[in-house]
């Protein structure tokens, strides 16, 4: 059974930086391209970053250079680093594995990052 998790939110204060984990567990991290999604109150759903098992990670142009998407297929685990946040970055950010040879996705349920002073 396909299973992520993520860890890592928090209040920081703008200009901060966090690092989210999405544990992944049920399935081969390299058989999935990977991505980070959040929504805020009243917002839908946005991509923040996704990135191929091989290959460079893709960002919303928000986030561009400012946030790192990066995977360790042997820990099968997730990361993004966030860095220089704003207030605008409040939001639940949610982990997210997409098959290619399925066309499914799956979520987890999300870790709350909260940027304010």
């Known amino acids: 059974q396909v299973q992520l998790v993520e860890s890592g939110g928090g209040l920081v204060q703008p200009g901060g930086s966090l690092r989210l984990s999405c544990a992944a567990s049920?399935?081969?991290?390299?058989?999935?391209?990977m991505g980070w999604y959040r929504q805020a109150p009243g917002k839908q759903r946005e991509l923040v970053a996704t990135?191929?098992?091989?290959?460079?990670?893709i960002y919303a142009d928000s986030v561009e250079g400012r946030f790192t998407i990066s995977r360790d297929n042997a820990k099968n685990t997730v990361y993004l680093q966030m860095n220089s946040l704003k207030p605008e970055d409040t939001a639940v950010y949610y982990c997210?594995?997409?098959?290619?040879?399925?066309?499914?996705?799956?979520w987890g349920r999300g870790t709350q990052v909260t940027v304010s002073s």
């Open positions: 997210n594995a997409f098959f290619p040879s399925t066309q499914f996705d799956n």
């Open positions: 049920g399935f081969i991290l390299s058989s999935a391209v």
């Open positions: 990135m191929p098992s091989s290959g460079r990670g």
